[in-house]
């Protein structure tokens, strides 16, 4: 009896990705937006100057930043170096495209989800689908959970809590692991509301003063997001150092 060998094709190794500091994770977020809502031809590829007022915008941004053309062109660089974004000849200014297509995904809404959280970080499935339709019809959740299905298996998305909790959210794949580890710690925190003041003790603090308090915590929470943007940066400095010099 002739003995029958079997082969097995090994699991395919899941993919890993380079983690992206948040600067460079604008810029991207940035070129795919305009690449898929610019109005005109002379839109796309962004201009440097086009691509700094893009990534300042105050709408669809969160953080909301305040950058030079001089920091947008750091990333910029580092961009071009991880073959995620293309430098454009030929004309009297330099233009800059993505070449997310060819790196993450083929997919218009699939690449649509991703630059709506590379723009605006974590989200519910709710916030994504409204934000992400902009760019890319997608009408239901039921049509972003088959959008995103592909992109959870590949690890381009990930969930920062439990995905059949209420309000769960979710995030892109390329933040460093200890921000992200960060970012779960944060969203798995309970939202617990306040116990109500007690009748006798409560008391209404005056408009002018009200609106005092909350521009002092405008400014504050203005700040602490400008401080996490330069740690993050600072943290994919010190990771870049790291690898040039082998540690």
């Given at each position: 009896?002739?003995?029958?060998?079997?082969?097995?094709?090994?699991?395919?190794?899941?993919?890993?990705?380079?983690?992206?500091?948040?600067?460079?994770?604008?810029?991207?977020?940035?070129?795919?937006?305009?690449?898929?809502t610019g109005k005109s031809a002379d839109a796309y590829p962004l201009s440097l100057n086009s691509l700094t007022t893009g990534c300042n915008q105050k709408s669809n941004r969160d953080p909301v930043l305040d950058l030079s053309e001089f920091e947008v062109e750091e990333p910029l660089t580092a961009l071009q170096k991880k073959r995620l974004v293309t430098r454009?000849?030929?004309?009297?200014?330099?233009?800059?495209?993505?070449?997310?297509?060819?790196?993450?995904?083929?997919?218009?809404?699939?690449?649509?989800?991703?630059?709506?959280?590379?723009?605006?970080?974590?989200?519910?499935?709710?916030?994504?689908?409204?934000?992400?339709?902009?760019?890319?019809?997608?009408?239901?959740?039921?049509?972003?959970?088959?959008?995103?299905?592909?992109?959870?298996?590949?690890?381009?998305?990930?969930?920062?809590?439990?995905?059949?909790?209420?309000?769960?959210?979710?995030?892109?794949?390329?933040?460093?692991?200890?921000?992200?580890?960060?970012?779960?710690?944060?969203?798995?925190?309970?939202?617990?509301?306040?116990?109500?003041?007690?009748?006798?003790?409560?008391?209404?603090?005056?408009?002018?003063?009200?609106?005092?308090?909350?521009?002092?915590?405008?400014?504050?929470?203005?700040?602490?997001?400008?401080?996490?943007?330069?740690?993050?940066?600072?943290?994919?400095?010190?990771?870049?150092?790291?690898?040039?010099?082998?540690?």
């Amino acid at each position: 009896m002739d003995e029958q060998t079997t082969s097995h094709t090994p699991a395919p190794k899941p993919e890993v990705w380079e983690p992206l500091p948040p600067l460079e994770r604008r810029v991207l977020g940035v070129l795919i937006e305009k690449q898929k809502t610019g109005k005109s031809a002379d839109a796309y590829p962004l201009s440097l100057n086009s691509l700094t007022t893009g990534c300042n915008q105050k709408s669809n941004r969160d953080p909301v930043l305040d950058l030079s053309e001089f920091e947008v062109e750091e990333p910029l660089t580092a961009l071009q170096k991880k073959r995620l974004v293309t430098r454009v000849t030929g004309s009297r200014v330099e233009r800059f495209r993505h070449e997310c297509y060819e790196a993450w995904t083929r997919n218009g809404p699939q690449l649509a989800v991703l630059a709506e959280l590379l723009l605006r970080g974590p989200q519910t499935k709710g916030e994504l689908r409204a934000r992400a339709a902009r760019m890319d019809p997608i009408d239901t959740l039921e049509q972003l959970d088959e959008v995103m299905k592909p992109l959870f298996e590949r690890k381009l998305v990930v969930w920062l809590t439990e995905p059949d909790r209420r309000g769960s959210t979710l995030s892109h794949g390329f933040h460093m692991s200890a921000e992200l580890a960060a970012l779960r710690g944060r969203a798995a925190m309970p939202t617990e509301a306040p116990p109500p003041p007690r009748a006798e003790t409560a008391v209404s603090p005056s408009p002018d003063r009200l609106a005092a308090l909350e521009l002092r915590l405008t400014e504050a929470l203005d700040e602490i997001v400008r401080l996490k943007v330069a740690v993050a940066a600072l943290e994919g400095q010190i990771t870049d150092l790291r690898k040039q010099l082998g540690g």
